[in-house]
Protein backbone atom coordinates (compact mmCIF):
# COMPACT_ATOMS: atom_id res chain seq x y z
CA UNK A 1 0.00 0.00 0.00
CA UNK A 2 2.10 2.89 -0.93
CA UNK A 3 -1.13 5.02 -0.91
CA UNK A 4 0.52 5.96 3.02
CA UNK A 5 3.88 7.28 1.55
CA UNK A 6 2.35 8.90 -1.31
CA UNK A 7 -0.04 11.07 1.09
CA UNK A 8 2.25 12.11 4.10
CA UNK A 9 4.19 13.73 1.13
CA UNK A 10 1.35 15.49 -0.40
CA UNK A 11 0.20 16.65 3.01
CA UNK A 12 3.86 17.31 3.87
CA UNK A 13 4.07 19.67 1.03
CA UNK A 14 0.72 21.03 1.95
CA UNK A 15 1.69 22.34 5.31
CA UNK A 16 5.22 24.04 3.83
CA UNK A 17 2.64 25.87 1.40
CA UNK A 18 0.65 26.87 4.55
CA UNK A 19 3.53 28.30 6.55
CA UNK A 20 5.11 29.74 3.53
CA UNK A 21 1.67 31.62 3.36
CA UNK A 22 1.01 32.34 7.22
CA UNK A 23 -1.55 30.06 7.36
CA UNK A 24 -2.64 27.82 10.29
CA UNK A 25 -5.53 25.73 9.40
CA UNK A 26 -6.01 24.45 5.90
CA UNK A 27 -9.84 23.33 5.63
CA UNK A 28 -10.05 20.88 2.15
CA UNK A 29 -7.44 19.02 0.18
CA UNK A 30 -8.21 18.47 -3.52
CA UNK A 31 -6.13 15.65 -4.88
CA UNK A 32 -6.39 14.63 -8.46
CA UNK A 33 -5.59 10.55 -9.24
CA UNK A 34 -5.34 9.51 -12.38
CA UNK A 35 -8.08 6.81 -13.54
CA UNK A 36 -4.59 4.61 -15.09
CA UNK A 37 -2.52 5.12 -11.71
CA UNK A 38 -1.89 2.49 -9.34
CA UNK A 39 -3.41 4.19 -7.01
CA UNK A 40 -6.85 2.69 -5.20
CA UNK A 41 -8.63 6.26 -3.40
CA UNK A 42 -10.96 4.68 -1.08
CA UNK A 43 -7.15 3.89 0.75
CA UNK A 44 -6.94 7.43 0.56
CA UNK A 45 -9.89 8.41 2.11
CA UNK A 46 -9.52 5.52 4.75
CA UNK A 47 -5.56 6.60 5.44
CA UNK A 48 -6.65 10.55 5.84
CA UNK A 49 -7.67 11.01 9.12
CA UNK A 50 -4.26 9.30 10.39
CA UNK A 51 -1.86 10.95 8.19
CA UNK A 52 -3.63 14.95 8.26
CA UNK A 53 -2.88 14.48 12.03
CA UNK A 54 1.18 14.39 11.25
CA UNK A 55 0.70 18.11 10.00
CA UNK A 56 -0.51 20.96 11.89
CA UNK A 57 -1.96 22.89 9.00
CA UNK A 58 -3.81 19.48 8.23
CA UNK A 59 -5.62 18.36 11.18
CA UNK A 60 -8.89 19.31 10.78
CA UNK A 61 -8.91 19.35 7.43
CA UNK A 62 -11.08 17.39 5.07
CA UNK A 63 -9.72 15.22 1.85
CA UNK A 64 -11.53 15.34 -1.49
CA UNK A 65 -10.25 13.12 -4.62
CA UNK A 66 -11.13 13.75 -8.39
CA UNK A 67 -10.60 10.89 -10.76
CA UNK A 68 -8.95 12.45 -13.76
CA UNK A 69 -7.93 10.93 -17.17
CA UNK A 70 -4.18 9.61 -16.67
CA UNK A 71 -1.73 7.87 -14.66
CA UNK A 72 -0.67 10.62 -11.99
CA UNK A 73 -1.69 11.80 -9.05
CA UNK A 74 -1.82 15.73 -8.35
CA UNK A 75 -2.64 18.25 -5.64
CA UNK A 76 -5.00 20.05 -7.07
CA UNK A 77 -6.08 22.60 -4.95
CA UNK A 78 -5.68 23.44 -0.74
CA UNK A 79 -8.55 25.75 0.41
CA UNK A 80 -7.63 27.65 3.29
Do not use: C, W
Amino acid sequence: MHELGVLTRALERVQRTADEAGIEQVKTVTLEVGKSSSFVPAYFVKLYPAARELYTATKNSELKIEMVTGNGLFIKEIAY
